[in-house]
């Protein structure tokens, strides 16, 4: 059974940083994307960053370009994002989660994954 599990969040003052871990236990034959959503109370899940598998290409939302960074350690199994410059619109649930087929959704269509971590909760104060 896989499960993502993530850590890391916490509060924090604006302009402060935080990084994000999302381990995964569990056997996967293949994954395409993994990425990191979050979500604010009353909003939809948006995705945050991504990261291509298969050749290591990374993709980011327009409002964190500059200040997140997302990779991965495969030796442990491990994404993460460093999140730098932090915002109060930062602010919100933040999941890991993984795409294990080709189909047509983009990077950022929460469709697109299969497996889903509880959530790390990220809270940046003005």
């Not at 991504?50 to 050749?55: E, F, L, S």
């Not at 290591?56 to 491990?78: C, E, H, L, M, P």
């Not at 933040?94 to 889903?116: F, I, L, N, P, V």
């Amino acid at each position: 059974q896989v499960q993502l599990v993530e850590s890391g969040g916490g509060s924090v003052q604006a302009g402060g940083s935080l990084k994000l871990s999302c381990v995964r236990s569990g056997y996967i034959y293949s994954t395409y994307y993994m990425a990191w959503f979050r979500q604010a109370p009353g909003k939809e899940r948006e995705g945050v960053a991504a990261i291509y598998t298969r050749a290591g290409g990374t993709y980011y939302a327009d409002s964190v370009k500059g200040r997140f960074t997302i990779s991965r350690d495969n030796a442990k199994n491990t994404l993460y994002l460093q999140m730098n410059s932090l915002k109060p619109e930062d602010t919100a649930m933040y999941y890991c989660a993984a795409d294990t087929s080709a189909d047509g959704y983009r990077w950022y269509e929460k469709q697109k994954y299969g497996y889903w971590g509880q959530g790390t909760q990220v809270t940046v104060s003005s």
